[in-house]
């Protein structure tokens, strides 16, 4: 049957309330020759027809499951463990979307209480919230606690030139209009000794990242002892996968860690969604953007969960609010809860391991070729730049027809000074096989 939201007499009602007698005087004020425009719809087809239709559309799609991937940037080839969807799909997770009545809303409520708990104990932070939309908008939401935490009596925000170029691009926007400067990310690098010589008494918060953009590992230790000392905030953007293997921002004495979740469960899926996950110290609680759920105990003792400190009107004052956002991304967090669990600490060590040993092994065998050298200095993650003896974007269209392999990310897009410089990630997923052909691609390509 076919479904009728409202009948003649219910449609008569609601016009006779706006004081018109049709649908169509509704559209009045809309110009007449694109008031109701042709649209030119294909005719009709049946489902067996559409998804055939569908199917052949997605088998034109390049994915890594079928292409050797070696692009990172950002966003990460990982293996999703199957326990994670069928999690996701069952219905104890299928409560209320918005949790502000918690008795209705427990499965959410869990679902992030323990994404806040393991995120925690990952980053060695205090308090974690309920995600924001990605790494980006959580690196800006850190940048504008900052500025609470100050009441606005600071201008400067000292960003590390290794943070993700577009993470530093949402600073900016989220900073326009507020007469804020933002210093230190005119050139390559992600030097604590020079981002500390640029601190100040106006300075409100120093941003890096850990492992930077181009892979690389640094100690902030300093850094962090140099900010408090000048009363600004320290700011980690972290890959939370490489925590599985690296000591945590907690011990650099960050006051606020952020970073992207993706790497922990969630598909690349063409860049989204993920999730930002946002961790702070216990201090900065209450000027913490998005959701937190706590725990307590019902009129009977029972565990139970609840919005806390937190309230959804914190987040809708106009210029008195402490964020823009007032909602998350839960099913993420949910997703990166599940990988967490099912990986276990053992099991997330191992990933990492995995992911460094043949990032160094690719590194090794590409800087020996012939053209080719490494242009990281000390220790990286599981990416690494290398300067080509070609224009990257001829390399990677070679790698691509040639050998069926996605390249490495073309630097010279965001640093000019590094044309001819690409960037590589080699996680898990990659075999010894596929680093293999690439090195050979790439020595091939040099000499053709």
């Not at 070729?369 to 001829?394: I, M, Q, T």
Request: include cysteine; hydrophobic fraction near 40%; proline fraction near 4%.
């Amino acid at each position: 049957m076919a479904y009728t939201p409202h009948t003649e007499d219910e449609r008569r009602s609601m016009l006779a309330a706006v004081g018109i007698r049709s649908l169509d005087d509704l559209y009045q004020a809309i110009p007449a020759d694109v008031r109701f425009p042709d649209l030119e719809l294909p005719d009709p087809v049946s489902e067996l027809e559409i998804m055939q239709e569908l199917q052949a559309l997605s088998e034109a799609n390049l994915d890594a499951r079928h292409t050797a991937c070696f692009l990172g940037a950002g966003a990460y080839n990982h293996f999703v463990p199957s326990v994670i969807d069928h999690m996701l799909r069952r219905g104890e997770f299928y409560t209320a979307y918005t949790p502000y009545q918690p008795e209705i809303s427990q499965g959410t409520l869990q679902a992030i209480f323990e994404y806040q708990s393991l995120i925690c104990n990952l980053t060695g932070m205090d308090v974690s919230n309920a995600s924001h939309y990605d790494g980006a908008t959580a690196l800006a939401e850190a940048a504008i606690l900052a500025y609470n935490h100050h009441r606005g009596k600071r201008t400067k925000i000292v960003l590390s030139p290794g943070i993700h170029p577009h993470y530093r691009q949402t600073v900016r926007t989220y900073m326009q209009g507020m007469g804020l400067q933002l210093a230190g990310d005119t050139a390559v690098g992600n030097d604590s000794a020079a981002l500390a010589g640029l601190l100040d008494g106006d300075t409100l918060m120093v941003a890096v990242q850990y492992p930077d953009f181009f892979g690389r590992i640094e100690d902030f230790t300093a850094l962090g002892k140099a900010a408090h000392a000048v009363g600004a905030l320290l700011c980690v953007c972290v890959n939370p996968l490489a925590l599985g293997l690296l000591k945590p921002p907690s011990e650099f004495d960050a006051d606020v860690v952020v970073g992207d979740g993706q790497p922990l469960g969630i598909a690349i899926s063409y860049g989204g969604p993920s999730l930002g996950h946002f961790t702070v110290k216990k201090d900065f609680v209450r000027k913490m953007a998005g959701r937190l759920v706590g725990e307590t105990v019902d009129s009977q003792g029972r565990r139970g969960f609840v919005l806390t400190l937190s309230t959804r009107e914190q987040h809708i004052k106009r210029e008195k609010a402490t964020s823009n956002i007032c909602t998350n991304v839960a099913l993420m967090a949910l997703a990166s809860a599940v990988y967490l669990s099912a990986m276990g600490r053992q099991g997330l060590r191992r990933v990492a391991e995995l992911c460094y040993h043949k990032a160094h092994y690719a590194a090794k065998e590409i800087g020996a070729l012939k053209g080719y050298a490494l242009w990281n200095r000390g220790e990286f993650f599981h990416e690494f730049v290398v300067r080509c003896p070609k224009p990257v974007a001829d390399i990677n269209r070679f790698l691509l027809d040639e050998i069926n392999t996605l390249g490495g990310y073309d630097l010279g897009q965001d640093y000019p000074e590094l044309k001819d410089h690409m960037l590589l990630a080699v996680t898990e997923m990659n075999s010894k096989e596929q680093i293999d052909d690439l090195v050979a691609g790439l020595k091939e390509v040099a000499h053709g």
